[in-house]
Each structure stands twice: as structure tokens, then as C-alpha cells.
Nanobody
């Protein structure tokens, strides 16, 4: 059974930074696409960024491009989301998600494409 656990959320002032981590177990991590999503109150869950199983491809939502960075460590079965220049609009619960893949350079951007999810971590940005 796959288990994904996010950490690193919290309260930060606008312009600040946070680093989220997602630790996984029970998952063939090196064969998994990893995605980060977020959901703000009253809004649908949205794609933030995703990284292919090999790490050669990383996609970002336009709203975070240039501010957020996704990385992975296949030796430690973890994926991270470095968030810089945070804005109030970034306030949300952040989730990591996983999907097995047979192609090392694929990234998926729809939540429905990911069968495995963490419980989420709250990020609050004060303006």
C-alpha cells in the first residue's frame, strides 16, 4: 500500500519561502510520476507542478512558474516543492500525488490521473 506524507507547511509572510517535502513508502518511487497540487477553500484542486520519474521533465502551472521548484531524490523516495516569493493567493492545502509510469519523461497535470495521494499540508501566506 502506497503511503505519501507531506511536511513543511506553515504560516509565512508574503514574499517569504517554504519548502514542502513528500516522503513515500510502499511505492515504486523511481517508476512514479510525482505531482504537487493545491486546493484553496471553495476552489477545485489544481495542478502546481509535476516531475517525471527520471526527473528529466518538470512542468509547472503558469501561476507558479519561476517561483516554485519541484525536485526529487529517488534514493530517498522523496519529492520536494521549494516555494519562493509566496503570495496570499498561494494559500491552500498542498498535496503530493503519485502515478506509476512506464515512460521516464511523462508528467500528468490532472488530479484524476493520480491514484495515490498524501493527506495534505496547510500553507498560509499572510499579506
Amino acid at each position: 500500500q502506497a503511503d505519501l506524507v507531506e511536511s513543511g507547511g506553515g504560516l509565512v509572510q508574503a514574499g517569504g519561502s517554504l519548502r514542502l517535502s513528500c516522503t513515500t513508502s510502499g511505492l515504486a518511487f523511481s517508476n512514479s510520476i510525482m505531482g504537487w497540487f493545491r486546493q484553496a477553500p471553495g476552489k477545485e484542486r489544481e495542478f502546481v507542478g509535476g516531475i517525471s520519474s527520471s526527473g528529466v521533465r518538470i512542468d509547472y502551472a503558469a501561476s507558479v512558474q519561476g517561483r516554485f521548484t519541484v525536485s526529487r531524490d529517488n534514493a530517498k523516495n522523496t519529492v520536494s516543492l521549494q516555494m519562493n516569493s509566496l503570495k496570499a493567493d498561494d494559500t491552500a492545502i498542498y498535496y503530493c500525488a503519485a502515478r506509476y509510469t512506464s515512460y521516464h519523461a511523462s508528467v500528468y497535470q490532472f488530479a484524476s490521473d493520480y491514484p495515490y495521494w498524501g493527506q495534505g499540508t496547510q500553507v498560509t501566506v499572510s499579506s
